[in-house]
């Protein structure tokens, strides 16, 4: 069995890994995982079911396995910034030609992109078809020129929260730096005035209260990924825990 993950913030997280641990543990487990799997679709509401139905550009399912659907984010807490536009910077650097730092006008002059992203938090729940507005990683890795043997991207955060993503995923069209969500700017436990966002893996990958961009050769695992979450975190592959 798995180490148990420190669950200090996330009781949510802590029943769900826990009851995972009894159905496997459970010597008649597949008669329990098809209790339990019923039980979950009667529970299921309009918006999950419609969901699992659609499939995504890319053909995987619209609703990663495990989750439901929320209407809007829940706020899953953390370490607040300073929260204003004012004070705000971004540093871009690392294994980069030109590492650089932005306040909030000079994010504002990059190329914008305002897209629609669904996100997928651990705990289970998914929200769905919001739209992000910012400037995507790859424009920021691009004006830093990245060298060539970069490999990952570490997100920085108020008080040292990090997460990492693969540079490639990082990189990609649907992750960016945003400052607004449904025209809206995001409200300080969401993390004002800019937050990371890579809506392809768990959302603890979006950092909030963004002050950097650090483009690495070698790994970094960040706050959670230290403390028994995955690494890499692929909803689809249910990569949860480490
Ligand atoms: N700086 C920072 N960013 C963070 C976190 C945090 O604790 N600090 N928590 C992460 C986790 S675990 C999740 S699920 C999402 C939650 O975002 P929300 O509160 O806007 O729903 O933010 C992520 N980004
Ligand atoms: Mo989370």
Redesign the pocket.
């Known amino acids: 069995m798995a180490d148990r993950p420190l669950f200090d913030?996330?009781p949510e997280a802590a029943k769900s890994w826990d009851r995972r641990q009894f159905l496997q543990t459970a010597a008649a487990g597949t008669v329990v995982v098809a209790l339990g799997g019923a039980l979950w679709r009667l529970a299921a509401d309009d918006l999950t079911r419609k969901a699992r139905a659609e499939k995504r550009s890319d053909g995987r399912s619209r609703l990663p396995p495990g989750q439901r659907v929320l209407s809007k984010?829940?706020?899953?807490?953390?370490?607040e910034?300073p929260g204003d536009v004012k004070s705000f910077r971004l540093r871009v650097h690392g294994a980069v030609a030109s590492p650089f730092t932005l306040d909030y006008a000079g994010l504002l002059k990059l190329p914008q992109v305002e897209q629609a992203a669904d996100?997928h938090?651990?705990?289970g729940w998914s929200?769905l078809g919001s739209l992000f507005k910012g400037v995507r990683v790859s424009t920021l890795a691009e004006k830093a020129g990245v060298k060539g043997t970069v490999r990952h991207v570490i997100f920085e955060?108020?008080?040292g929260?990090t997460?990492n993503v693969p540079f490639a995923e990082a990189t990609a069209p649907a992750a960016m730096v945003t400052y607004r969500m449904n025209g809206k700017p995001?409200p300080i436990?969401?993390?004002a005035p800019v937050?990371?966002l890579v809506p392809d893996l768990?959302?603890?990958?979006?950092?909030?209260?963004?002050t950097g961009v650090k483009f690495v050769v070698d790994d970094e695992p960040g706050?959670?990924e230290v403390r028994g979450y995955h690494n890499h975190a692929d909803p689809w592959r249910e990569e949860r825990y480490g």
């Open positions: 913030r996330y984010f829940r706020n899953m807490g953390g370490d910034g996100v938090c651990v705990t929200c955060a108020a008080h929260y997460t995001f436990e969401h993390g937050r990371g768990y959302f603890w990958k979006s950092a909030k209260w963004l706050y959670w």
